[in-house]
């Protein structure tokens, strides 16, 4: 097992400090990922692949059921960020549930790799961009609402990206990941994931927020 998951405990902030949080650990498992192929090790790759896509699924709906209609009531320069954001989900959501399908180690490898590139670009589109234009035009305590709302968004998204569900509409992917939700829980209980701390389904630092 691979000793170098980070052990820092994350503290629930504001909206932003929720979706950075997200980002640097899609850099953290894809690295994980890269370092066990590269060793040789499939089981362990697998494992890090198995939750990048997980939490990649979680944060994807998350954005679309709580930042993206807040952008989009902020007027046309929100809402054009907002669809360009989803045009981008919607594109990585495909490929994530296309790469499944491949059985080329080559072409599996070449296409993770371009799925990150693609995502890097988004994320620093979110970061250096919607972010920005948020914390300007949303008071602090709205943001600290939304990240909750972000939060409890990514408890009930389904666990594996699902191309088939429009991202346009919030309450109609709400609605919908509760019917695809059940299955990708029963799929989970079967696939391996790498560390405790990152084991679907078991709260991260929420629960302390709690008490």
């Known amino acids: 097992m691979s000793s170098h998951v980070a052990t820092t405990h994350h503290v629930p902030g ?3 400090d929720e979706i950075k949080h997200d980002h640097r650990e899609f850099e953290e498992f894809y690295t994980n990922y890269k370092r066990a192929y590269a060793a040789g090790d499939e089981k362990e ?9 997980w939490e990649l699924s979680r944060h994807m709906v998350g954005e679309e059921l709580v930042v993206y209609p807040l952008l989009d009531a902020m007027g046309p320069e929100g809402k054009e960020m907002a669809d360009k954001d989803r045009a981008d989900h919607q594109k990585v959501k495909k490929e994530l549930e296309e790469i499944h399908r491949l059985s080329d180690p080559g072409l599996f490898e070449a296409t993770l790799d371009r799925i990150m590139q693609d995502l890097r670009q988004h994320t620093n589109k979110e970061e250096t961009q919607d972010l920005e234009y948020l914390k300007q035009h949303a008071d602090k305590k709205s943001l600290e609402n939304a990240a909750k709302a972000f ?3 990514k408890k009930m998204a389904p666990t594996r990206p699902h191309p088939g569900i ?7 992917e709400a609605a919908l990941a509760f019917f695809v939700t059940p299955l990708d829980k029963l799929r989970d209980m079967f696939t391996p994931f790498p560390k405790e701390e990152h084991v679907p389904y078991q709260p991260k630092q929420e ?4 008490k």
């Open 166 to 172: 429009p991202n346009r509409s919030a309450a109609l």
């Open 14 to 16: 504001d909206l932003m």
């Open 45 to 53: 790759a697998e494992k890090w692949f198995n939750q990048l896509v």
């Open 207 to 210: 629960e302390h927020a709690k």
């Open 151 to 153: 939060m409890y968004g």
